[in-house]
């Protein structure tokens, strides 16, 4: 696994992937941002430096609750998360099931 392109995606056999724990993490705490809690506080429970949680917040918010990148490979990456913006759209187990493919993935390698 090579250097992560941006938090919770990463770049393997020359593929952009996405860490789903890690990206539905960032996730919440940038949503938790967004609904007006502390960068601070958020970012401590999330584990995350404040001033990447503060960053991630400006620059890539839609990457995280829209699944829209401005790199057309970091969008494909994420691709299969959408509906992120959505939660109702999202059947029951939704995160489950992501977690289990990418576990299965990890287990093949």
């Known amino acids: 696994m ?6 919770g995606v990463y770049v393997e056999d020359g593929y952009l992937r996405v860490d789903t724990e890690e990206f539905l993490r960032i996730r919440a705490a940038i949503e938790r941002v967004a ?5 601070i506080e958020v970012a ?12 991630l917040y400006r620059e890539r918010s839609d990457l995280y609750l829209q699944g829209d990148a401005d790199d057309d490979r ?16 999202e059947p029951d ?5 992501i977690r289990d493919i990418v576990r299965e993935e990890l287990d093949q390698d």
């Not at 401590?44 to 503060?54: H, Q, S």
């Open 2 to 7: 090579d250097r992560p392109a941006t938090p």
């Open 93 to 97: 187990g939704f995160d489950d099931r």
């Open 44 to 55: 401590e429970d999330a584990g995350l430096p404040v001033t990447t949680l503060r960053e």
């Open 35 to 39: 609904a007006g809690d502390p960068a």
């Open 74 to 89: 970091v969008d494909a990456a994420v691709d299969d998360l959408r509906p992120l913006d959505d939660p109702v759209a």
